[in-house]
């Protein structure tokens, strides 16, 4: 027996900041058209904010058939009730297999609203997406094109394939830097729908408007860094990363740090890199002390040119790396920095 299901659009939610469209929501919109493209689809995108005026031309490079565009002043900065509310009754509507969404503070906030208001479901946090048929052995019901949502679980140790067969639409959150962005075709034209605020959203949703806001912006731009030298928990000592740091100095270089090592109180936060951190895809990763979890690997294996550094011949990251320097981060990583120190004078 064959289910068979309504092939309506895929739908991508676009974070706004003062008018201009999110990384992440470009990177998703890029996944969305081969996703959209494969299903036979359009590809769809919302834009809910107070400035909307240059959208269009920033999200149809990336290959969207129809703009959907909700401009207030109130919707600007994020709040939860307005916004939930638009995507709850447009999908009530327009009834999406797929929607994708960011893994940031508003996507976090915003998924599990409108998944709990539609039943549907959510995996957060997905580092791979993919179009997939899925047959349930017990009744021999067979699923036709699902969204395989791929992601690390019970703590990295398996990698889960999550489906969703039977609610729509099928969500998804995904981490800025998992998806690579890319333009389809800077003359690409879509179509763009302007929707009444009012008739989505009740005036008790903007109960709460925000008077003041201030972002801190990070001082640490790893994501964007073309050589990274990053540690471990096998780098044993919050001293020995001042190693990292002295060699990043030489090499001109951003310091990140594995989970592992951030939980040890090596590094801050913010320089964490995996899957409960930044994904960043350098020239050059240098990993030192990293034994290669599969949510550490999720979030460098696009590295142009990995090195790892470690006293383990069979660490996990070894298997993915261009060089494997076998030994003590105190002894390799001073030899390299005055190797670098006499070469680059």
Excluded at 14 to 30: D, H, I, K, N, P
Excluded at 198 to 215: A, G
Excluded at 262 to 276: K, L, S
Aim: net charge negative.
């Amino acid at each position: 027996m064959t289910n068979t299901l309504i092939m309506n659009n895929l739908f991508v939610y676009l974070e706004m900041e003062e008018g201009r469209v999110a990384e992440v929501s470009q990177e998703l919109l890029t996944k969305g058209r081969s996703l959209a493209t494969q299903l036979g689809c359009r590809l769809e995108a919302i834009a809910a904010a107070a400035a909307t005026d240059s959208v269009a031309e920033q999200v149809f490079p990336y290959g969207v058939d129809r703009l959907h565009i909700f401009r207030d002043d109130r919707l600007s900065p994020y709040t939860t009730l307005p916004h939930t509310s638009i995507l709850v009754e447009l999908f009530k509507q327009e009834k999406p297999q797929i929607c994708l969404m960011g893994a940031t503070i508003i996507g976090r906030d915003l998924g599990p609203r409108v998944s709990s208001a539609l039943g549907s479901g959510l995996t957060a946090d997905c580092t791979s997406l993919e179009i997939g048929d899925h047959e349930e052995r017990k009744t021999g019901k067979v699923y036709k094109n699902l969204l395989y949502q791929i992601r690390p679980a019970f703590g990295g140790n398996i990698v889960a394939w999550i489906i969703n067969p039977d609610h729509r639409p099928q969500m998804a959150t995904v981490r800025e830097g998992v998806m690579k962005k890319e333009i389809l075709d800077p003359y690409y034209k879509g179509e763009v729908v302007e929707h009444q605020v009012n008739d989505f959203v009740k005036e008790e949703d903007f109960v709460v408007s925000i008077i003041d806001r201030h972002i801190e912006q990070s001082k640490v731009n790893i994501k964007n860094a073309p050589i990274i030298v990053s540690g471990g928990y096998g780098v044993g000592s919050k001293e020995n990363f001042d190693l990292l740091y002295q060699l990043a100095d030489v090499l001109d270089a951003e310091v990140g740090a594995s989970r592992a090592a951030v939980d040890a109180g090596f590094a801050e936060h913010e320089r964490q890199i995996g899957q409960t951190g930044v994904t960043v895809r350098p020239k050059l990763y240098i990993a030192c002390g990293i034994s290669g979890q599969i949510q550490h690997i999720a979030g460098m294996q696009e590295s142009s040119l990995i090195i790892s550094i470690n006293n383990d011949p069979s660490a996990p990251i070894n298997s993915i790396a261009d060089y494997v320097i076998t030994g003590d981060i105190e002894t390799v990583i001073p030899k390299m920095i005055k190797y670098y120190r006499k070469n680059t004078k």
